[in-house]
C-alpha cells in the first residue's frame, strides 16, 4: 500500500501518519512518501494507493503536490492497472471544497485506475470522520483477506 500526502499546514501529513500507524498495527506492508517525493514512474509497480490531499485557496493543491497534482490531472503517468482511494481535506466554506481531492479523483478515474473506497471529504472538524472512514478500509481488508483463503 503507498500512502501520498500533500499537505500545506500538516493535516495531511497527520492523517497519513495515522493511516501507516495503522497499516503497521494491521500488518499490512505500506511506504508513506509525501507528494513531492513521489516519481510519476513509481505508479507503473504500483498496485494501490491511498492519496491524501488538502485543498488551498479555490480548490488549488498544497505547494508542495502542485507537480504531481498537475501530473495525474494531465494523466501524465501510467495507472490503469492501480486501486486507489482518494482522501481530501478542504473547508466547506470555500465554492471548491476539497477540490484537488476531487480532481485527483476524477483524473484517476479518467486514467483507467480503480477506486477501492469512495472518495471522502472532509472538513476542519475531521478527525471522527477520518477515523470511521479508516476503521471501514480496514475492517473490509480483512474481509478480503479471509475470502482469499483456502
Known amino acids: 500500500m503507498h500512502i501520498i500526502f500533500g499537505t500545506m499546514t500538516g493535516n495531511a501529513e497527520d492523517l497519513a501518519d495515522r493511516f501507516a500507524k495503522r497499516c503497521e498495527q494491521e500488518n499490512l506492508p505500506y511506504s508513506l512518501t509525501s507528494a513531492d517525493n513521489w516519481p510519476m514512474e513509481k505508479f507503473q509497480s504500483a498496485k494501490r494507493a491511498v492519496l491524501i490531499f488538502s485543498t488551498w485557496g479555490e480548490g488549488e493543491p498544497p505547494d508542495d503536490a502542485i507537480d504531481f497534482c498537475e501530473s495525474v490531472y494531465d494523466q501524465k503517468a501510467e495507472v490503469a492497472h492501480l486501486e486507489y482511494a482518494v482522501v481530501g481535506l478542504g473547508d466547506t466554506s470555500y465554492d471548491d471544497f476539497c477540490g484537488c481531492a ?49
Open 102 to 150: 476531487r480532481r485527483l479523483d476524477e483524473s484517476l478515474k479518467a486514467a483507467g485506475a480503480t477506486p477501492f473506497s469512495e472518495r471522502l471529504e472532509l472538513d476542519i472538524d475531521f478527525d471522527d470522520d477520518f477515523d470511521a472512514w479508516t476503521d471501514k478500509f480496514f475492517s473490509s481488508q480483512k474481509v478480503l483477506s479471509q475470502s482469499h483463503q483456502g
